[in-house]
């Protein structure tokens, strides 16, 4: 009795749901067919509901709204529909019409996506350029995301890889393409993209879109999102000047030239050569000028010191909250990020396969050798790549450190890195300009509280979560305050005569704003220039881009194109236009600067400066040790040409298994990263069984 009233009840609410459904059902099909018939229409629907998805998605960070973007840059928003419109439009030309459209709409759809999630970990948003490195990113996503989260994401790119295959091989083909109706489609497609065409065009005579982006972040604000990624992906390199020549170039050379050798003779510096030392610290700026933050303590008590006792004050980054590589481009080149396409990082464009004056080819004509150092794997950013073309004789990174203190969310603490400008400063006899990278005051940030009793407090904060942000990289930045101490006293007991530059790469992803600073700018950070060769204490703002030239001409250097060019040329009305004739002539004009000839090779650059070697072969039960100097938790055994399963045990020891190596195989040990790369080689041994426990040498 029970189970059939049971079966009425089910029966009763399945024929009320077809009631109510069937109509539903029908409705959409007869709408979704009618728009189908209507490809224009359906395509206007489409571009103005992910114009609007995507503003919703990019929005919760900025200051304007969607709603407020609608409606107080209303043109912006007809443009930015407009771009996914016309992409839309391919739908015109195929026979595949139902799966270029779900292709399309998954595009936009992942641009949303992932701009939200980017902006809620890093607070810059997504461009063309993220996607070019992602190579980069890869090794240190679990930096940013929990593995759960990392597994569901490769889970739903395979999911969605899966059906988009499916969906190729079994959607309907649209069979009406008869003559007439292909030519009329033609049409319309072609139509629809010269519109397009001139309404860009229109666009950029007339000031309401532009692709001269300086802050990205207040683009995607101004412009939205569609514009914004699309321009990123479209507009990368430097423009050609309208007056750029052969003659125009020539005459800012002379120029240059006989106002550098004017300033020289007038000058009363004498010429020194001391080690150059430049240090970026990741993400590193002073939180007491944060308005209303109070402190327990002093978070960076040697930086402020320094500050006060030597030349010092703050240098313009090219971004903000991310984008550590074009801080290091601008000074390493001395030239205006801002000249370069929208959100362009050159060491992903240019400088992959491009050779270019830089401090680093200009020091050397002193006699200097060049040296970078990075705790981070050497690939990020295609560094193992581009520094060679940038003139670096060697590369220490992560790979080739033995490195025993982490943060709590995975990054190498900056200690290390005393050790290391030591380690070069040692394997060479004639001065050095080593440029250091650190990691330690890298985001993401969390928001639980993850440190117990930290040193340093922070207090003026009512949200929670943004408090424990707050308390997690103060007490990181205080670490790396301790390491700016530490590498001072570590320099002064050298006793040799060394400038250490160091400063901020960008601020940190903590949402401040202009009007949370007392100085008032979030794109400038601060910096000192530490000295003991008695240089006079000179206070003052500087470009990024000028600091290089700033502290070369305080010690009577002037060598290189753009190093006299930013000393003698800077308070010019004309600066900013033969800047960029220069540069644009440097990386994609005829080189006239150099008789149009790139006089500037790729160096063989050496990862590390000390060499790996092994000493002694011991062999036990369980498998074979092989004793040796300055390994690494990233040293393989190379057996015959084939990596073969290492154990890392400390710089010293390292351990094989017996099943992986015979009698007379002939090894290396190698550093090898994730990229994968080998980065240095040992010399090889022939393995002797007979020989086990004997120096190797």
């Known amino acids: 009795m029970m189970k059939e009233r049971l079966r009425n009840t089910k029966n009763f609410i399945k024929n009320k749901m077809k009631f109510v459904l069937r109509p539903i059902w029908k409705a959409a099909t007869v709408i979704m067919n009618f728009l189908y018939e209507k490809p224009i229409l359906l395509n206007v629907l489409l571009a103005f509901i992910f114009a609007i998805i995507l503003e919703v998605a990019g929005r919760q960070t900025f200051p304007l709204s969607t709603w407020g973007f609608m409606t107080q840059k209303t043109t912006m928003f007809l443009y930015s529909a407009f771009i996914i419109f016309f992409s839309y439009s391919i739908v015109f030309i195929v026979r595949r019409r139902i799966f270029v459209y779900i292709v399309v709409s998954v595009l936009w759809g992942a641009v949303g996506l992932v701009n939200f999630m980017m902006l809620d970990s890093r607070n810059t948003p997504f461009t063309y350029v993220d996607i070019t490195l ?29 059906l988009l295959v499916t969906g190729f091989l079994y959607l309907p083909r649209e069979e009406k393409f008869t003559k007439p109706r292909t030519v009329k489609n033609v049409i319309v497609f072609v139509v629809i993209a010269a519109a397009f065409v001139g309404t860009t065009k229109y666009g950029l005579s007339t000031g309401f879109i532009s692709t001269e982006i300086h802050n990205i972040r207040l683009a995607y604000s101004d412009y939205g999102t569609p514009y914004c990624f699309t321009v990123t992906a479209l507009k990368t390199g430097i423009d050609r000047p309208s007056n750029y020549s052969e003659e125009k170039i020539n005459k800012i050379v002379n120029k240059t030239e006989k106002a550098s050798k004017k300033a020289v003779k007038k000058s009363k510096v004498k010429k020194q050569t001391p080690n150059i030392i430049f240090v970026q610290l990741e993400s590193f700026f002073d939180p007491t000028q944060v308005k209303g933050l109070k402190f327990n303590k002093d978070p960076i008590p040697n930086f402020h010191r320094l500050m006060r006792n030597y030349s010092s004050g703050h240098t313009k980054t090219p971004s903000y909250g991310a984008g550590t590589a074009n801080t290091e481009f601008e000074i390493m080149t001395q030239m205006d990020l801002d000249l370069f396409g929208a959100a362009e990082y050159p060491y992903k464009t240019v400088l992959q396969d491009h050779t270019c004056e830089s401090v680093m080819t200009d020091l050397k004509q002193e006699g200097y050798s060049a040296h970078a150092i990075h705790n981070n794997s050497a690939a990020f950013y295609d560094r193992d790549l581009v520094f060679a073309n940038l003139g670096y004789d060697t590369f220490t990174t992560k790979e080739c450190m033995d490195i025993q203190k982490w943060t709590e969310n995975g990054w190498s603490k900056d200690a290390i890195l005393t050790e290391q400008i030591n380690d070069v400063l040692d394997s060479t006899d004639n001065q050095d300009f080593i440029y250091t990278i650190s990691v330690q005051g890298h985001g993401d940030y969390p928001t639980d509280e993850i440190i117990e009793n930290p040193v340093i407090d922070v207090e003026g904060i009512e949200d929670e979560g943004l408090r424990n942000k707050y308390i997690y990289y103060c007490n990181q930045i205080y670490q790396m305050d301790q390491f700016v101490g530490d590498l001072v006293d570590s320099l002064e007991e050298r006793g040799e005569d060394t400038i250490l530059v160091m400063y901020g790469d960008h601020l940190p992803s903590l949402d401040v704003e202009d009007e949370d600073l007392t100085y008032g700018n979030k794109y400038w950070t601060s910096y000192f220039i530490w000295d003991n060769i008695g240089l006079e204490k000179q206070d003052g703002n500087i470009e990024t881009y000028q600091l290089a030239a700033t502290i070369m001409d305080r010690i009577g250097l002037h060598d290189g194109i753009l190093t006299k060019f930013h000393q003698t040329q800077s308070d010019s009305k004309t600066f900013r236009s033969n800047l960029k004739n220069l540069q644009y002539d440097i990386f994609y004009g005829k080189n006239y600067i150099y008789d149009q000839e790139n006089p500037y090779e790729a160096t063989d650059i050496k990862f590390g400066v000390k060499d790996l070697s092994v000493k002694k072969i011991y062999e ?68 002797r069984q007979s020989n086990a426990g004997e120096n190797q040498e």
Do not use: Q
């Open 620 to 687: 036990s039960d369980d498998g074979i040790f092989i004793v040796g100097n300055n390994f690494t938790s990233y040293t393989n055994v190379v057996v015959d040409g084939n990596k073969i399963s290492t154990t890392f045990h400390n710089k010293h020891l390292i351990e094989i298994s017996k099943e992986d190596i015979e009698d007379g195989d002939t090894f290396e040990v190698d550093i090898i990263s994730k990229a994968p790369r080998t980065l240095r080689r040992s010399p090889e041994y022939v393995y």
């Open 134 to 162: 992602m190579k980069s990113v890869l090794p240190v996503i679990t930096n940013y995301y929990s593995m759960p989260e990392i597994i569901g994401m490769g889970s739903a790119l395979l999911i969605g890889l899966v």
